[in-house]
């Protein structure tokens, strides 16, 4: 009887042991999660996140991860090798560089469109009303910077209506010069009318109406060689379909 008791308890752990490995593999977080990476521009953040998760309950075992940022920014870390499934870019220029790069599967495809509106901290203590008032002797400004799909767009509407800017800073991603605003760090900065809107009561926005005049084109294409290639074609056409456009012009944004 000792010997038999022995024994047991002997073998017990070993029991418990790989009883608990069955669990891991066949319960819990046991099943295989496929994991699909978007690099795409700052302004589709909070957008983007929402479709994402949209795409999640429509693919059992799929996690989408995002990489937000300047294009600019992204697009050159892709090309340095990052192991990004699908880019979606602000503007077309940086788009052509992925092209460009033989980095892009298949044609890219313009999913929006948005254009500039001026934020200010609430209730626009500096009294900026027009795109010209941005020239204001002593105007804290901030602005994207010009190789930023943003930055870009502020400098040809300044361009455009013979607007002499001095910025304070020049920001890596139109996100980052929203929260130079909100803040309390710059009197005004130039932004998209959908960060206006997503930042809601936190910033006044002040639209001009020569914003039309200067649109930005958002393209999206999977990126080559991806591991994930069949989903990456899946998500870009999940943006394109009624639900991510649905999402995208709740947002402000406009149809391609």
Do not use: W
Request: charged share 20%; aromatic share 6%; proline share 5%.
């Amino acid at each position: 009887m000792k010997k038999s008791l022995i024994a047991l308890v002997l073998t017990l752990p070993l029991s418990l042991g790989l009883a608990a490995c069955g669990s891991d593999s066949e319960g819990g977080d046991g099943g295989d999660t496929t994991t699909l990476t978007v690099y795409a521009a700052a302004s589709l953040t909070s957008t983007f996140e929402q479709i994402g998760k949209e795409f999640e309950a429509e693919h059992d075992g799929v996690k989408v991860e995002f990489d937000f940022g300047g294009s600019s920014d992204l697009v050159t870390q892709i090309t340095e090798g990052a192991p990004a499934d699908v880019f979606a870019s602000a503007d077309t220029a940086n788009m052509d560089k992925l092209v460009d790069g033989d980095l892009a599967d298949g044609d890219a495809q313009d999913f929006a469109t948005n254009t500039l509106e001026i934020a200010t901290p609430p209730d626009n203590p500096a009294g900026v009303a027009s795109f010209q008032d941005l020239a204001k002797k002593g105007l804290q400004l901030v602005v994207c910077a010009p190789e930023v799909p943003c930055g870009a767009a502020t400098r040809t509407m300044a361009d455009n209506l013979g607007v002499t800017l001095t910025p304070v800073s020049e920001e890596q991603s139109v996100t980052d010069v929203l929260a130079k605003v909100t803040s309390g760090e710059a009197d005004a900065g130039v932004v998209y009318v959908t960060d206006v809107k997503a930042a809601g009561d936190t910033v006044t926005g002040v639209t001009f109406p020569e914003s039309g005049d200067v649109v930005n084109t958002y393209p999206i294409v999977p990126v080559a060689d991806s591991k994930e290639s069949d989903l990456a074609s899946e998500f870009v056409d999940f943006v394109l379909g009624d639900t991510g456009q649905g999402i995208l012009q709740d947002a402000g944004f406009g149809q391609p």
